[in-house]
């Protein structure tokens, strides 16, 4: 139900909530981002309404392979939530206002946090395929802001802070979590570039030379879009390969798909225990 910009973005974000709201008019708490590989969570969710992506108004639909297209509305873990079942990438095409679109519909759904997931390359020597990164900074190197242009006042200020994009408390609270539950889980910082290609050698050991534990293709724009309008953010990564100097070898997507299918089941209990701190 993608429709030509013909209106103002603000007023096409406001089409949007109300066909979502009329669907479902109950208060959502929090909102949650899908990444590749990973909609298992899906399965501990009391599922109470599913809308496809193409039946809202100037809603983006996804296109890559294992991103469903759907917003999924239910409850997890006693709190009200809606679910990204596919997200949307730079290099698809998309503007970075459309990539960021859904993000600011579920701020007007009434969402106050904001929790994340990627398929991740592990930089970092001490990751391994099928571990979880929880992100605790970023290193933004798309060539387009999301909150560039008109800055629309009703969400947040022109020049929001980045201090601390993610919230430490649930950091802290995600590790501890993963140190009660035995899993092997670290805490780093995330890069993200347009893609769709892979990295060269060169450009792994430039990104690790600048500080990056992990690089990806997403994240970024939303948790920008998120914390101007001041929603608390959690984002976690699935290490699918690795990156590191003398384990780059050739991947792919069905690759990824199994490395994300180990480290999913670690990522949606911290997930589910993270909720029911909230």
């Known amino acids: 139900m993608r429709q030509e910009p013909s209106i103002d973005y ?5 089409f949007a909530f109300e066909h979502i709201q009329n669907i479902y008019p109950d208060p959502l708490e929090i909102g949650i981002i899908l990444g590749t590989g990973l909609g298992q969570l899906i399965e501990n969710i009391d599922v109470i309404k599913e809308i496809p992506y193409d039946e809202i108004p100037y809603f983006p639909v996804s296109t890559v392979e294992s991103h469903h297209g759907k917003l999924i509305i239910g409850r997890l873990s006693g709190k009200s939530v809606i679910v990204m079942q596919g997200r949307f990438h730079y290099y698809e095409g998309y503007s970075m206002k459309e990539v960021t679109f859904p993000v600011r519909v579920l701020k007007k759904l ?13 930089l970092n020597p001490d990751y391994g395929i099928g571990e979880l990164m929880i992100i605790n900074d970023h290193i933004d190197l798309f060539p387009e802001n999301p909150l560039r242009g008109k800055n629309l006042n009703e969400f947040g200020v022109r020049f929001p802070d980045m201090s601390e994009p993610y919230d430490l408390k649930l950091v802290n609270k995600g590790m501890e979590i993963a140190q009660k539950n035995n899993l092997r889980v670290h805490q780093g910082v995330y890069a993200a570039v347009q893609g769709p290609n892979l990295e060269t050698k060169a450009e792994y050991k430039y990104l690790r030379t600048i500080g990056a534990d992990a690089i990806g293709m997403s994240t970024i724009p939303e948790v920008i879009v ?4 001041d929603l608390s953010v959690f984002a976690i990564s699935a290490i699918t390969d690795l990156c590191s100097p003398g384990n780059v070898k050739k991947i792919s997507i069905s690759e990824v798909l199994a490395a994300a299918a180990i480290a999913e089941p670690g ?5 589910r225990e993270l909720i029911k701190t909230l």
């Open 226 to 229: 998120a914390r101007h309008m």
């Open 110 to 122: 009434g969402i106050h946090h904001l929790f994340v997931s990627n398929a991740a390359g592990g």
């Open 267 to 271: 990522m949606s209990l911290i997930i």
């Open 10 to 14: 603000s007023e096409q974000i406001q």
